[in-house]
């Protein structure tokens, strides 16, 4: 449990750190405000034609009494516009970091080097790096949409619907969240998308700890694009962390993913 505390403290120094830096905070912003207002147009949009999609995917409840029809799409028009939330949240990032390749790169090298040691590069060129980032990102997405439409369905069971899927979700978005941060560091470090989901389920309650705040977060409007700097700052530290080699006082194995991998 002590790592769940930890990973918040990732999540937090990453926005004192983007504090601090100024001009590396404003210069991580302009990813996120493209693609915020990409998203928000999509999300009014789905907004109004839920209700619509529902009656369109329903019409065998047409001759249905009151209230049961109106509790019926009432009911399915929340989940479809829930599902929309939740996917956005989930791909928000994926988008984000995908549109601010150069300038995400940028910062977590900046991040790397402020903090001493070595500072991991890809050697890539910067349309192979984009290619890498869209493929995983694709992955992770196809990944999620089947925990979202398990969670969907789940969401219909009395009382657990209710309760336990709701959390359920807010963890798989945290998870998510993480990789597709940690990722922007990690890349540099030469670990592969396979790799890194080992990693962060090794340190699964790391991982949730700096993640599950963050998706919180994001829930709310415009917070998101404001975090973002501070939580790529924040998921670089996690990365040193995670790619340590053990200490001379530790008895374990040297980890396969420390920084000699990159």
Excluded: N
């Excluded at 839920?50 to 029809?69: E, I």
């Excluded at 980032?133 to 992770?140: E, G, T």
């Excluded at 975090?227 to 980890?255: C, F, K, Q, Y």
């Amino acid at each position: 449990m002590r790592d769940l505390g930890v990973g918040f403290g990732y999540l937090i120094k990453g926005q004192r750190w983007v504090g601090r830096h100024g001009r590396w905070f404003g210069f991580g912003l302009i990813p996120g405000l493209i693609t915020l207002v990409v998203y928000a147009a999509a999300l009014v949009g789905l907004g109004y034609g839920a209700d619509d999609f529902v009656s369109w995917a329903t019409p065998f409840a047409d001759d249905w009494s009151s209230p049961w029809l109106g509790l019926l799409r009432v009911t399915l028009t929340v989940l479809v516009f829930g599902l929309g939330l939740f996917l956005a949240v989930i791909t928000f990032t994926a988008v984000t970091l995908l549109v601010g390749q150069p300038f995400y790169e940028s910062l977590s090298e900046q991040v790397d080097r402020s903090e001493g040691g070595d500072v991991p590069e890809s050697g890539l060129p910067l349309w192979r790096e984009l290619w890498i980032s869209a493929r995983d990102s694709l992955r992770i997405l196809v990944r999620v949409s089947l925990y979202a439409v398990l969670l969907f369905a789940l969401g219909f069971v009395p009382v657990v619907g209710q309760t336990v899927v709701p959390a359920i979700g807010f963890c798989v978005t945290g998870y998510f969240l993480a990789e597709e941060l940690t990722a922007v560091a990690l890349q540099r470090r030469g670990l592969v998308l396979a790799d890194r989901l080992a990693l962060l389920r090794g340190r699964r309650m790391l991982t949730l700890g700096f993640g599950v705040p963050l998706g919180l977060a994001f829930l709310v409007p415009f917070v998101a694009v404001f975090l973002m700097p501070g939580a790529v700052a924040g998921a670089t530290l996690l990365a040193r962390d995670l790619t340590a080699p053990p200490t001379d006082d530790e008895d374990a194995a040297p980890s396969p993913y420390s920084l000699d991998k990159g």
